[in-house]
Structure formats: structure tokens, C-alpha cells
């Protein structure tokens, strides 16, 4: 292929997802959505005007990459301090719950495979998948019911944050074990000392960012040097320690998340990350995804993906805020607040086909799961919370008139 024509088929990409991203998100449906539709629309599974190569692979990598340094710095070591074990043991049921589910929905399908065989990490893989929460559409919801800032609204969004840091260090063991004859031990052995490592070098670049911090303060070199930190770790993870890149780029970003100029620093990332490497990954998960290969057993399974998805997160999640107390009504909110998925479910799938743990006709069942939980999410929150208001106005009346 010729170097120019690439230039082709990102003007293609661009425009393409730009326009199906506005598209679903005037139909109130992510954004990635739209995206991820306009790569199948413009790839060869329907008009051919961009093919797979190893050029825009790697842009794809790019951005997932950018996407998990991202996330991390956005996260709020703080709160999840202040939300302490409540947040954490409702965050370990919704991983551990959808990750059994998961697990078994596939045996259901495909059989009993042997411990250690392909078949049996395609099995818990898909678990994997299930794990991730993204509350970017409960957050929006919970902001105009006016709720984000209650003990319901901190703690689904304390939760979320543990559940992708839990999530992501069972994607790290899954991916480590798949690589062939790779003992259990030694796989957990590889991420201890990646994190330990991550621990300690953290720390000392910690206080060097917060040093230059104070001494060039809103200046273009801190989110260089803070992209550099995000790709140094990201090869480190791969190539030293054997675990998932996203691992590496997600721990930078936690680093640096505390200090002043991590909003700076995530928003330089988000100009590069929403123009040019964002619409390419997702795009390319819709090139990726060949229509000829969903059969209508990939049909049957989309819809029990979906289904099983949705309720091991407000089962599991539900029960586990009940039992640190909540009413059972905040309980079901705090259950139906986690269950929605988006850009990390995306980003875990891609690395399972990267790594050939799956096949490219899973991702009709994640697109699915995504557009489900989108849609759904919002209307039970308000029908939970229009309840509560309707409760409250009958006792009221109750009280004025006995």
C-alpha cells in the first residue's frame, strides 16, 4: 500500500465517525456507538472504502492507550478514600459476579472446556468483558435528578472507579495466563512486581511532577512529559512484565492524578485523544467486525450476553449495597447505576482479539450491551427516584391529613 493512501483513509475515518458519532448522540446514545457503526459502514464488510492495516492497528493502539492514561487521570483518589470499604465491596461483586456469569453463559453455550485450554479463557474472557463500568451516563442522569452529590450518588460513582482498577488486574491476569505455557504462579508473580514496581516509581515521579508542577505551572512540558510517562509505562507493563499495555498507560495515569495540573494534563490528552486517535479506535473495531461472520448462534449469544450482563451488575451490586446497609430502593439504584458499559468494555474486548483470546464476531455483543445500558440506565433511575418523590408526597399528605 502506498504511504499516501493512508492519509485517504483517515480523512475517511474522521469524517465518517465524527458524523455517525453526532448521529447517535442526537438519538441520546454514546457517542462510541456511532463510531464503532461508522467503521463497519466505511470497512469491507459493507462499502469498502477503508481496509484493515497495520498502520491504522497501531494508531488503534495509540488511542487505547491514550484513552486508559485518560481515565486514569480522572480519577479521584480522594473519594475513593472517603467512600472507603462500602465503595470497595460493592465494586468486588460487580466484577466478580458478571465475571462468573459471564463464564457460565459461555459454557452454557459451548460446552464444559478442559481448565487451560483456548476454549476455557474465551469462556472467563467474556466474564472479563463484563466486568467493566463506565457511569459517564449515570453521572449525566444523577446531575439533572440534582442526586450526584448524596451518599447513592458518590458511592455508584467511588465503585465504578475500583470496579475498572479490579477489572483491569483481572484482564492483566486472563491475557497473562492465555500466553501460552505460562504457569498461574508465575503470572501472578509478574503482576505483583509490575504494581510493586509501579508503587515505587510512582512515587518518585510523583513528587518530580508535582516539583516541576509548582515550578512551570500550566505549561505545555508538564503534559509532554506526562505523555511520555504514560508510554514509557505502557511498554514497561508489555515488554518487562508480560501484562496488558492499557495496565501500564492506566497506572501513569493514576500517578498523576493528583496533582495540580492533571485537569491540563487530561485535557491536552482529550484534544489529541478526541480528534484523531479516539475516532480511529473505535472505527477500527468496526472494520474489525466482519458481518459474515455473525450467525445466528452469535445472535442468540448477543442476547444473552446482554441480558446476563445487566442483571449480575444490579443483582450483585444490589445486594452487596444491601449489605453494607443501604435501604433495598438505594440498594437497586446503586445496582442499576453500575450496570452501564462503554469505553472500557470496548477497550478489554479489543486487547482479548489482539491477544486471539476472541474472534472479531464477539464485538456484536459488547456494541449491543453498550447501546442497551445507555438507553436503559437513565429511564429506571428516574423511575426509582419519580417513586421515591411519590413516597414521600403521601406520607406528607399522610401527616398533614391523619
Avoid at 449469544?301 to 435501604?327: D, E, H, P
Amino acid at each position: 500500500m502506498q504511504a499516501y493512501t493512508v492519509f485517504k483513509s483517515l480523512c475517511i475515518i474522521i469524517v465518517a465517525a465524527k458524523l455517525f458519532g453526532i448521529a447517535a448522540r442526537k438519538l441520546k446514545a454514546p457517542q462510541v456507538v456511532g463510531e464503532i457503526i461508522a467503521g463497519v459502514v466505511i470497512g469491507p464488510s459493507v462499502l469498502g472504502f477503508v481496509d484493515q492495516s497495520d498502520f491504522l492497528a497501531q494508531m488503534a493502539e495509540i488511542g487505547v492507550v491514550l484513552l486508559m492514561f485518560s481515565a486514569g487521570l480522572q480519577t479521584n483518589l480522594h473519594d475513593l478514600l472517603r467512600t472507603g470499604l462500602k465503595a470497595f465491596a460493592i465494586a468486588c461483586a460487580g466484577v466478580f459476579i458478571p465475571l462468573a456469569g459471564g463464564t457460565a453463559l459461555y459454557t452454557a453455550f459451548y460446552g464444559v472446556s478442559p481448565l487451560g485450554s483456548p476454549a476455557f479463557y474465551r469462556a472467563v474472557f467474556i466474564g472479563v468483558i463484563m466486568t467493566a463500568t463506565s457511569v459517564s451516563i449515570t453521572v449525566q442522569t444523577l446531575k439533572e435528578l440534582g442526586k450526584l452529590s448524596t451518599e447513592v450518588g458518590t458511592t455508584v460513582l467511588s465503585a465504578a472507579i475500583i470496579d475498572d482498577v479490579i477489572g483491569i488486574i483481572v484482564l492483566t491476569f486472563v491475557v497473562g495466563l492465555n500466553g501460552g505455557d505460562v504457569k498461574p504462579v508465575t503470572v501472578i508473580l509478574k503482576t505483583l512486581l509490575f504494581f510493586l514496581f509501579a508503587l515505587g516509581f510512582g512515587f518518585v515521579c510523583y513528587f518530580v511532577f508535582r516539583w516541576c508542577d509548582k515550578r512551570w505551572p500550566h505549561t505545555r512540558r508538564i503534559p509532554i512529559a506526562g505523555l511520555a510517562l504514560c508510554f514509557g509505562m505502557a511498554f514497561v507493563a508489555e515488554r518487562i512484565f508480560g501484562i496488558a499495555d492499557i495496565t501500564g498507560a492506566y497506572v501513569a495515569g493514576i500517578i498523576l492524578c493528583s496533582i495540580h495540573d492533571s485537569d491540563y494534563i487530561a485535557e491536552k490528552m482529550d484534544i489529541s485523544s478526541y480528534m484523531l486517535f479516539g475516532p480511529v479506535f473505535f472505527a477500527s473495531i468496526g472494520l474489525k467486525t466482519t458481518l459474515d461472520k455473525i450467525s445466528g448462534e452469535i445472535v442468540l449469544f448477543a442476547v444473552g450476553f446482554v441480558l446476563v450482563a445487566l442483571l449480575c451488575k444490579i443483582i450483585g451490586c444490589s445486594l452487596m449495597a444491601k449489605a453494607c446497609r443501604f435501604k433495598w430502593n438505594d440498594s437497586l439504584k446503586i445496582g442499576v447505576g453500575m450496570m452501564t458499559r462503554g469505553e472500557v468494555a470496548l477497550i478489554v474486548a479489543q486487547k482479548g482479539l489482539s491477544c486471539g483470546i476472541i474472534s472479531s464476531a464477539y464485538f456484536t455483543p459488547v456494541i449491543l450491551l453498550i447501546l442497551v445500558s445507555s438507553v436503559i440506565t437513565p429511564i429506571i433511575l428516574k423511575l426509582l427516584y419519580s417513586r421515591d418523590a411519590k413516597h414521600s408526597k403521601n406520607a406528607a399528605e399522610l401527616q398533614e391529613n391523619p
